[in-house]
């Protein structure tokens, strides 16, 4: 696992660490190599932006390794074995750092001292809940808009994926200090609108759908729904009864919606109607300020965005020939009035068919004179259901879309969602419905939570035996390597989450957990690295090191899981 830092302003003062994470170690070799370079007369402008640390493949050469002299010496004017002799002499000096060796042309690895590892486990017990937590986006004011799904049908997967990954991306940038509104696009407005409408005036006939229009039992349950609550609606004049089947079924179809993604885990902080746009001349107001600042022009008879000289592959009609305004119109309002309610960053995380929108949104952007970076889109890509080898195609509701209450009904939500967010969003994903339903360590969210749920049945026990992870536990009994891993496993959490909220990658997140269990696995099959004492044994120093080391991993994991939104179980 890599470990990038960015370089900071250099500091000559001798370095000290209180725990060894990667990311302290990180900073602890640049501000080293900033002395050694100082030392010669050297600049300290031949580092690179990001000091990387990495854990060795093999753990006989140390904790942890990095290759920056390798990557300095040349520019420097050194050997690279010279530059990491003398790195590893100043690195050592650290209180923190046990040994630092040279290896092979210049490569140089790290073992940890005890007691800082035992000051990690110390660190998790002092912050509990807001261990993992920063402030790399602190002040950061961002709108989150996922799913916003149309309102003419059940949510389907690709929509469930993103409602997943939506919501634990909010969780991982506001856990880096961002303000996160989460926000649902209502696409209330359009053809597609009209096709709901008329599908469900159909099925209210007891005719069927039109050639364009939706099918399934949910439109003949919503066409029944209208009904029940306007009685008299077929009887309605064209237009009346086509706005009353419209008005009623929207919000019928749309709690529907709403209700899914909350017994999902999903809820939203704005429902934003797109409609509203339209009505309060925000559409007008945002193509008006376009034409005054020169970026509309008029051809053909329709009015179009000068989007190619933005960064877009060509320009976009804004305003049709018809005089109607095209879907981008709503679009450019959107973006204005995200950016006049005082968001810094807008994310859009879209479907797989919608890759034209980055470079559409960001000229967007750009022709309203904003930056073209405060805009941000992610594209998530198409998810299969697999069961018995072979893909699921039929929804038992919704005809041939397969929708997010399938997905929960076939596996639950804890299994549902761990499964949607544990993969980038960047590859197509075939969810395989057997193994999510097999209680077992082949089934991913089963395998960490059962690592959360047997940490709490030892802790658990310590507790009926009287051993408490207090203040005058001697962490730095933590000596044997299997200890040693698992602490410095819990010590990349925060970290990691870092990178996740960078990188808009909550899966690493996921990722991290199982490594975490499988960490923990590996302790407990250590004889030597027991727990709890048997029998008639008296509790020695490192029994109580080890509850607090439990403790430790079990606050972890659940502050993990909290941020994917999946349950940490105490009993399973």
């Known amino acids: 696992m890599t470990w990038p830092r960015p370089l900071r302003a250099p500091d000559l ?204 039992g949910y439109i003949n349950d919503i066409a029944a729904e209208v009904i029940k609550a306007e009685p008299s609606a077929l009887s309605l004049p064209e237009a009346e009864r086509h706005e009353t089947f419209r008005r009623i079924g929207i919000e019928l179809m749309f709690s529907e919606i709403r209700e899914s993604l909350h017994e999902f885990g999903t809820d939203f902080d704005v429902y934003f109607h797109e409609n509203s746009l339209h009505e309060s001349g925000a559409v007008d107001a945002a193509v008006q300020q376009l034409k005054d600042s020169g970026n509309l022009y008029f051809n053909e008879g329709a009015w179009w965005l000068k989007s190619s000289e933005y960064g877009d592959d060509k320009d976009r009609v804004v305003i049709k020939q018809d005089g109607n305004p095209a879907y981008i119109a709503g679009d450019l309002a959107y973006f204005k009035d995200k950016r006049n309610r005082g968001f810094d960053l807008c994310i859009y995380m879209l479907g797989a068919d919608h890759h034209g929108y980055i470079a559409r949104l960001k000229a967007a952007a750009a022709a309203f004179g904003d930056d073209p970076d405060t805009v941000e889109v992610l594209i998530g890509q198409m998810v299969n259901l697999v069961s018995e080898g072979k893909p699921v195609r039929m929804s038992k509701r919704a005809g041939t879309v397969i929708t997010m209450e399938d997905l929960v009904e076939a596996v639950g939500v804890d299994p549902a969602r761990y499964e949607l967010i544990r993969y980038s969003v960047d590859s197509t994903l075939d969810v395989d419905l057997d193994l999510l339903r097999k209680h077992s360590n082949d089934n991913p969210v089963y395998y960490v939570q059962y690592a959360h749920a047997r940490l709490c049945t030892m802790l658990r026990g310590a507790a009926d035996l009287g051993l408490k992870s207090t203040e005058d536990v001697d962490l730095g009994q933590l000596t044997l390597p299997v200890e040693g891993d698992l602490i410095r496993t819990i010590g990349e959490f925060p970290e990691t989450v870092r990178r996740a909220a960078e990188m808009r990658e909550p899966h690493r997140i996921a990722r991290y957990l199982e490594e975490l269990a499988g960490a923990l696995h590996k302790f407990y099959a250590v004889r030597e690295a027991r727990v709890l004492p048997k029998g008639d044994e008296v509790a020695t120093p490192a029994n109580h090191a080890r509850v607090a080391l439990c403790e430790a991993a079990r606050v972890v994991l659940a502050n993990g899981l909290a941020l994917v939104g999946v349950s940490a179980p105490e009993r399973m």
């Not at 660490?17 to 300290?44: F, M, N, W, Y």
């Not at 506001?174 to 649902?184: L, N, S």
């Open 13 to 216: 003062g001798t370095p000290r660490i209180r725990q060894v994470t990667p990311a302290a170690l990180a900073d602890l070799v640049r501000s080293s190599a900033v002395q050694v370079l100082a030392a010669r007369g050297i600049d300290d402008a031949v580092l690179p932006e990001q000091v990387t640390i990495e854990r060795p493949r093999n753990p006989e050469h140390g904790d942890y390794a990095t290759n920056l002299a390798l990557q300095v010496a040349k520019k420097a004017g050194l050997k690279p074995r010279d530059f990491a002799e003398a790195l590893a002499e100043a690195v050592s000096a650290d209180d923190g750092v046990a040994s630092a060796e040279v290896a092979g042309p210049g490569f140089l690895n790290f073992r940890l001292a005890a007691a800082a590892q035992g000051d990690i486990v110390r660190q998790v017990l002092d912050a509990g809940a807001a261990y993992g937590r920063g402030d790399a986006l602190a002040g950061t004011r961002i709108n989150l808009e996922f799913v916003s799904a149309n309102p003419t049908g059940p949510i389907h997967l690709g929509g469930t994926r993103w409602a997943a990954v939506g919501d634990a991306l909010g969780r991982v940038l506001a856990a880096q200090g961002a303000d996160v509104t989460r926000e649902y696009y209502f696409n209330d407005a359009g053809a597609q609108i009209d096709r709901f409408v008329r599908s469900l005036v159909a099925a209210a006939k007891g005719e069927p759908a039109p050639e364009d229009g939706y099918a399934g």
